[in-house]
């Protein structure tokens, strides 16, 4: 069966301090992955989204970025962390027909 | 272009009473359609999954929805509401073509189950 890792759970960093959120799949290959952001009060936000390894696609401008740098893996970077970027960050995979979310990594920016 | 409407960030409802939580969609293709049911600090769990097939759709835990093109809608529904139902629910699109899976969701519908 397939599975969805994402770590880490929490993590609390200050303003101006990179970040590294990594996303792992299992027992499937070729996956579509997602980059979801829940801020507090809204809905989920689709951030980028990747359909092969080096393929990234983003869906709204902002101060992250993402790579694939394996098949069956996802990564969410920022150089500069600002205060805006605290959220709730889920990490999804080929939600066509259904999707398969990992159980999110909750940032806090300070 | 795909978008959804979820009416109600916050329903209340009576253990044993009917839950209903409202959903419109917009797409230019044929949609897909999705519930989701977030606990808190979890991620989201497919309820159940509107593909084309029959429009009266059934779901886990007793939740069912159904698709109505000319409403443009997708209310998901439970007769009876129990406690462990209180939680967040998203409805989502995507479209039914290849090339149009991304997942677009609802701001949510936070439900609270009155003892």
């Known amino acids: 069966s397939q599975t969805i890792h994402q770590w880490p759970a929490t993590l609390v960093q200050p303003v101006g301090s990179p970040l590294s959120l990594e996303c792992t799949v299992e027992?499937?290959?070729?996956?579509?992955l997602y980059w979801y952001r829940q801020a507090a009060g809204r809905g989920l936000q689709l951030l980028f989204y990747?359909?092969?390894?080096?393929?990234i696609s983003s869906e709204v401008p902002q101060n992250l970025s993402a790579s694939r740098p394996q098949d069956r893996q996802f990564i969410l970077s920022s150089k500069k962390l600002l205060l805006s970027d605290s959220g709730f960050y889920l990490c999804?995979?080929?939600?066509?027909?259904?999707?398969?979310f990992g159980s999110g990594t909750r940032l806090t920016v300070v | 272009a795909q978008s959804v409407t979820q009416l109600g960030s916050h329903v209340s409802v009576s253990e044993g009473a009917l839950v209903l939580l409202r959903c419109n969609y917009s797409?230019?293709?044929?949609?897909?359609l999705f519930w989701y049911v977030q606990y808190p600090n979890q991620g989201l769990q497919l309820l159940l999954k509107y593909t084309s097939a029959a429009t009266l759709v059934k779901g886990i835990n007793g939740f069912e929805a159904e698709f109505k093109k000319s409403e443009t809608s997708f209310h998901l529904t439970k007769p009876s509401a129990h406690m462990s139902d209180a939680a967040e629910y998203f409805c989502a699109v995507s479209g039914a073509n290849f090339g149009n899976e991304k997942l677009t969701f609802g701001t949510g519908t936070r439900l609270t189950i009155i003892p």
């Open positions: 999804a995979w080929s939600p066509r027909a259904q999707g398969h």
């Open positions: 027992g499937t290959s070729n996956p579509n």
């Open positions: 990747s359909v092969g390894i080096g393929q």
């Open positions: 797409s230019s293709v044929p949609p897909y």
